[in-house]
C-alpha cells in the first residue's frame, strides 16, 4: 500500500522569502513522486516529478524537489516566493505494488503569500 | 497539443436533470480519468479507463455513467443527481505504460452545481 501525508494544511510567506512545502511517503516499493499546483477554480498543473533518476528534481517556475529515501520525504522549496505562487499543492505518489494506474493524492497544502 | 479539454466549464441542472460532461485529449494518452473534488479537499478517484475499457470503478453511485467512445474521447453522463454531488469534475489522461514516470495530464476541470 502507498500513502503520502502533507503535514502542513496552510503556510504563510512573504513575498521575496522562501517556501517549503513538506511532504512524507509510505510505499512498499520504489516510488514515484509528483507535486502538482492548483490554482483557484482551475485544474491541477504537474510541477516537477521523480522517477528514480536524480534526487533533486527541478521543475517549473523555480520550483524544487528533493527526494529522501532515508527520510521518506519530498518536500517541495523555492528560494524566492512570488504572488502568483499563492494556491493549493498537491504532493502525490504512484508506485508499482498496486497494479493500478492511479496515483494517491496528498491532501493538500495552501500556499498564501503575503506583500 | 499538450492538452486535456473539458466542456462544459461550469453546469447548473436539476435534480431530475440528465446532462453530460466532455473531456477530450489528442496526446495519444490511452489512459483516462474521471476524478472528484470538493471544495478544499484532493481529487478523489471515480473511474479509470484503459485502452478504451473501463478498468477501475471506485464504488461510484449508478447516477454517474461514464463512456469512453474513442481513444481521444470520454465522457460522463449525469442522471438524478444530489445536491451532494456539487463539485469540480476533473478529467485526466496518462500514457498507460508510463503513468508512474510522466503522471497525468489534467483538464480545467468542469464545476458543477446541483440544486
Known amino acids: 500500500a502507498q500513502s503520502v501525508t502533507q503535514l502542513d494544511s496552510h503556510v504563510s510567506v512573504s513575498e521575496g522569502t522562501p517556501v517549503l512545502l513538506r511532504c512524507n511517503y509510505s510505499?512498499?516499493?520504489?516510488?514515484?513522486l509528483f507535486w502538482y499546483v492548483q490554482h483557484p477554480n482551475k485544474g491541477l498543473q504537474l510541477l516537477l516529478k521523480?522517477?528514480?533518476?536524480?534526487?533533486l528534481v527541478k521543475g517549473i517556475n523555480g520550483f524544487e524537489a528533493e527526494f529522501k529515501k532515508s527520510e521518506t520525504s519530498f518536500h517541495l522549496t523555492k528560494p524566492s516566493a512570488h504572488m502568483s505562487d499563492a494556491a493549493e499543492y498537491f504532493c502525490?505518489?504512484?508506485?508499482?505494488?498496486?497494479?493500478?494506474?492511479?496515483?494517491?493524492f496528498g491532501s493538500g497544502t495552501r500556499l498564501q503569500v503575503q506583500p | 497539443d499538450t492538452e486535456v479539454t473539458q466542456t462544459p466549464k461550469h453546469l447548473v441542472m436539476g435534480m431530475t436533470n440528465k446532462k453530460s460532461l466532455k473531456c477530450e485529449q489528442h496526446?495519444?494518452?490511452?489512459?483516462m480519468y474521471w476524478y472528484k473534488q470538493k471544495a478544499k479537499k484532493p481529487p478523489e478517484l471515480m473511474f479509470v479507463?484503459?485502452?478504451?475499457?473501463?478498468?477501475i470503478n471506485e464504488s461510484v453511485p449508478s447516477r454517474f455513467s461514464p463512456e469512453c467512445p474513442n481513444s481521444s474521447l470520454l465522457n460522463l453522463h449525469l442522471h438524478a443527481l444530489q445536491p451532494e454531488d456539487s463539485a469540480l469534475y476533473l478529467c485526466?489522461?496518462?500514457?498507460?505504460?508510463?503513468?508512474?514516470?510522466?503522471?497525468?495530464?489534467f483538464g480545467s476541470g468542469t464545476r458543477l452545481t446541483v440544486v
Open positions: 485526466a489522461s496518462s500514457h498507460y505504460r508510463d503513468t508512474l514516470n510522466y503522471g497525468y495530464t
Open positions: 510505499s512498499s516499493y520504489s516510488p514515484s
Open positions: 521523480y522517477t528514480s533518476a536524480a534526487t
Open positions: 502525490v505518489v504512484s508506485a508499482s505494488d498496486t497494479g493500478r494506474r492511479a496515483l494517491t
Open positions: 496526446m495519444g494518452h490511452r489512459a
Open positions: 479507463y484503459s485502452y478504451e475499457k473501463l478498468s
